[in-house]
T-cell receptor, first 108, second 122 residues
């Protein structure tokens, strides 16, 4: 199985801050990576796929980059509605789809 | 609007069986691969099983292989998860998830249901 290591586990940030989350794959996944946002009591929401493609309807302050084994997710100017938990997920190995452990973004 | 509505979650005992259902609407159900993903409350996400649009390709996580069976009925716009020999560690929210790309198994989870809760306890 491909292991996805996300960091940090949690972070505190203020409105307007730039926030960066990283995801490291245990082997080359090319660009087969998605990022999700999950708010308490809700299902995850797809934000980014193919490492950098913005899902339809998602604000442009969200972005993703990277390829191979190292990936980055960025929120350029944190908004109140962005406080949530974020997950990366690889789909390079369709026989075993795996997620990162999650990063909780909290209010400072 | 794409909608996925799960049902069948309940409190049950170890060793028992349960069948989850998911009904899709707002899209052409029969041309998309579908998945089940679970989440222990307060914990991370875990892929459980996936099925191609024509049911020819099916895959399971090691943790459920041999105990769970994914299936679909395209004329009924429905996805199922038959869960046998349930264990306490199977307790979680179970989400029905749709793939983004029609006719392919891509693993891009673009729409999720609201989830249904399974609790396995004696």
């Amino acid at each position: 199985d491909i292991q996805m290591t996300q960091s940090p586990l949690s972070l505190s940030a203020s409105i307007g801050d730039r926030v960066t989350i990283t995801c490291q794959a245990s082997q080359d996944i090319t660009n087969y990576l998605s990022w999700f946002q999950q708010k308490p009591g809700k299902a995850p929401k797809l934000l980014i796929y193919d490492a950098s493609r913005l899902q339809s309807g998602v604000p442009s302050r969200f972005s993703g980059s990277g390829a191979g084994t190292h990936f980055t997710f960025t929120i350029t100017s944190l908004q109140p509605e962005d406080f949530a938990t974020y997950y990366c997920q690889q789909y390079a190995n369709l026989r075993s789809l795996t997620f990162g452990g999650g990063t909780k973004v909290e209010i400072k | 609007e794409v909608q996925l509505v799960e049902s069948g979650g309940k409190l049950t005992q170890p060793g028992r069986s349960l069948r989850l259902s998911c009904e899709g609407s707002g899209f052409t159900f029969g041309i998309y691969a579908m998945y089940w993903v679970r989440q222990v409350p307060g914990k991370g996400l875990e892929w459980v099983a996936g099925i191609s649009s024509n049911s020819e390709n099916i895959g399971y996580a090691d943790a459920v292989k041999g105990r769970f069976t994914i299936s679909r009925d395209n004329p009924k716009n429905s996805l199922y998860l038959q869960m046998n020999s349930l264990r306490p560690e199977d307790s979680a929210f179970y989400y029905c998830v749709k793939d983004m790309i029609p006719h392919l198994v891509q693993g891009i989870f673009d729409h999720w249901g609201q989830g249904t809760l399974i609790s396995v306890s004696s």
